[in-house]
């Protein structure tokens, strides 16, 4: 078992790697399917996901694409979403949480990859503000509390279509609010006892190698096709989460 999620660890870096999303809406549910608790599967999904952005906030950090103006209203949004997350993961019942879970995150995966297929722009007849961020920060926050899904599509989809930000702005920014988002929410899991550390480490082990193979590649690849097919797996896994659960 143990090399399963070894092996786990590279599919999902490699296909990370490959078309640069994927990685929670992947993970959370195939622990799952492996047996692994809800609750334990998304927590520790929150520390596999911090550990491997890491990587991602040096790289584009190091390309001056991350725009700290727009990641500090989100997260500030994200703040007392991240406190109630935490209150809540504490007094509701371990075995309740457990049982809305599962469907929480298949609804969560559905609507993740319905916005990311279409092609082209949308026309969002909403006129872009400031506050929006900090409201967007707060249902992300939430989101990502109880699912470990959002930062990356649901952030990126809205910056994108209606704030009209420079894709290559979108994913320095969603690669570092995630690190943010998920380093504090893994915190709260950890407080209850839903992580499994030696899990995450096999994980993060496979992780390395795959999502350096698959950023190779990617090169030789044609990643717009690549990007659609992922997100076709990530709308069948979503429908089967929730008819799972």
């Known amino acids: 078992m143990q090399a399963t999620f070894v092996g786990l660890g590279f599919l999902v870096g490699f296909l990370v790697g490959l078309t640069g999303i ?3 809406a992947l ?11 809800p609750l334990t599967a998304v927590g520790t999904d929150l520390l596999y996901a911090t550990v491997t952005r890491v990587f991602g906030v040096i790289f584009h950090g190091r390309r001056g694409r991350i ?3 727009i990641i500090f209203r989100l997260f500030a949004g994200s703040l007392p979403a991240i406190v109630l997350g935490g209150i809540i ?19 969560i995966l559905v609507l993740s990859a319905l916005l ?22 707060f249902i992300v926050g939430l989101t990502v509390q109880f699912t470990s899904v959002g930062a990356g599509v649901i952030v990126g989809f809205i910056l994108m279509n ?3 930000l420079d894709p290559r702005d ?7 609010y995630g690190l943010a988002l998920s380093a504090l929410s893994f915190l709260n899991y950890a407080g209850i006892g839903g992580v499994n550390y030696s899990l995450a480490g096999k994980l993060i082990l496979g ?29 069948l896994i979503g429908v089967l989460t929730l008819l799972g659960g």
């Open 22 to 24: 994927g990685g929670g």
């Open 27 to 37: 993970m959370t549910p195939s622990l799952i399917f492996l047996g692994v608790e």
């Open 67 to 69: 725009r700290y103006d």
């Open 89 to 107: 993961l504490r007094e509701i019942n371990r075995g309740v949480l457990n049982e809305y879970l599962t469907p929480l995150l298949g609804g």
């Open 116 to 137: 990311s297929l279409p092609k082209g722009e949308f026309h969002v007849p909403v006129k872009p503000r400031w506050a929006y961020l900090y409201l967007l920060g």
């Open 162 to 164: 209606i704030a009209k």
């Open 170 to 176: 979108v994913v320095g920014v969603t690669i570092t």
């Open 207 to 235: 992780t390395i190698p795959g999502v350096y193979l698959g950023a190779h590649v990617n090169r030789i690849a044609d990643r717009e096709k690549l990007k659609r097919a992922m997100n076709v797996i990530i709308l």
